[in-house]
């Protein structure tokens, strides 16, 4: 069963999709997933489309949802920060957690790029996240931001956009317009992965938000709950590197996988691969009884 759900969220409300299994029983408990989208994008994009399904065809109630300023959920269109959507993942955990058919003491979050970030730091500072899978995620956004903009002059450019915008603000109150591409570079190639919906144009605010938000400060307090890291080997939007250093920062249990065969947008590829290493990972920690 697929539904269409309102959940609050502050003074604004998230417009998300519940999917429940079939063969859910009355009364019945299990774990649970949320999953949150990348940068920009919302919960049709092809990841999410792809991803929220399958874990309900394994029999986890799942819901996916627009996060806040984009798609079809309230708040400052385009307006992403980090911060902000950690708070509102909060709301998303606590709504789930009170459904029929959820088990609230194991809820999942598997997110995606961006949203894999946020799903990192909110499993670091918040006591219901069972568990996190982050995909393309990233825990040190100055870091990423650098080796996302290695060319030459290109991260002295990005920190210039930033003094304009602060330097704008001081004198109109109001952030500079920048576009999706000055923030998180994607190649030609790559850009059919991006949704329908997909914002183009950010508050250079954004650009400073996730320039300072940093999953690696507060990922070790996740443990002893399991985390699962995937990455492609190339990923040529979120680099590599970056998912390897949230690894050094987490705590056991903590597994990750490099994926040779993939590069950014995996969830939505069609690729079989990725989910068989994520079932398996469930029926270590998250087994549906049968």
């Known amino acids: 069963m697929e539904q269409r759900v309102t959940i609050p969220s502050g003074d604004i409300e998230l417009i998300g999709t519940l999917h429940l299994p079939d063969d859910l029983k009355p009364g019945e408990k299990r774990p649970a997933f949320i999953t949150t989208h990348g940068f920009g994008g919302s919960r049709?994009?092809?990841?999410?489309a792809a991803v929220a399904p399958q874990m309900c065809e394994w029999g986890y109630?799942?819901?996916?949802?627009?996060?806040?300023?984009?798609?079809?959920?309230?708040?400052?269109?385009?307006?992403?920060?980090?911060?902000?959507?950690?708070?509102?993942?909060?709301?998303?955990?606590k709504w789930l957690a009170q459904q029929d058919g959820v088990d609230p003491d194991k809820i999942i979050i598997l997110g995606d790029s961006l949203g894999a970030?946020?799903?990192?730091?909110?499993?670091?500072?918040?006591?219901?996240?069972?568990?996190?899978?982050?995909?393309?995620?990233?825990?040190?956004?100055?870091?990423?931001?650098?080796?996302?903009?290695?060319?030459?002059?290109?991260?002295?450019?990005?920190?210039?956009?930033l003094a304009r915008n602060k330097a704008h603000k001081e004198k109109t109150g109001e952030s500079i317009k920048v576009s999706r591409f000055d923030i998180v570079p994607i190649p030609e190639h790559l850009r059919a992965g991006l949704?329908?919906?997909?914002?183009?144009?950010?508050?250079?605010?954004?650009?400073?938000?996730?320039?300072?938000?940093?999953?690696?400060?507060?990922?070790?307090?996740?443990?002893?709950?399991?985390?699962?890291?995937?990455?492609?080997?190339?990923?040529?939007?979120?680099?590599?590197e970056a998912s390897i250093e949230v690894f050094g920062y987490a705590k056991l249990p903590k597994d990750m996988m490099l994926l040779s065969d993939l590069d950014h947008f995996p969830l939505a590829a069609g690729n079989a691969r990725i989910y068989h290493i994520i079932r398996g990972w469930?029926?270590?920690?998250?087994?549906?009884?049968?």
């Not at 911060?83 to 998303?92: A, R």
């Not at 730091?121 to 931001?145: Q, R, S």
């Open 61 to 93: 109630p799942t819901v996916r949802f627009d996060s806040r300023g984009c798609g079809e959920s309230g708040g400052e269109r385009g307006r992403i920060i980090p911060m902000e959507q950690v708070s509102d993942l909060g709301n998303v955990i």
């Open 282 to 290: 469930l029926n270590l920690h998250f087994p549906i009884a049968q």
């Open 195 to 240: 949704p329908t919906d997909a914002i183009m144009e950010f508050p250079a605010d954004t650009a400073q938000a996730i320039h300072d938000f940093r999953p690696i400060d507060v990922i070790g307090n996740l443990s002893p709950r399991p985390l699962l890291l995937l990455h492609a080997s190339r990923d040529r939007v979120t680099p590599t």
């Open 117 to 161: 970030a946020v799903s990192l730091y909110t499993g670091g500072t918040n006591d219901d996240v069972a568990a996190v899978i982050a995909v393309g995620g990233w825990g040190n956004g100055a870091a990423k931001i650098k080796l996302q903009h290695a060319g030459p002059g290109e991260y002295d450019k990005y920190l210039d956009m």
């Open 44 to 48: 049709i994009d092809g990841s999410m």
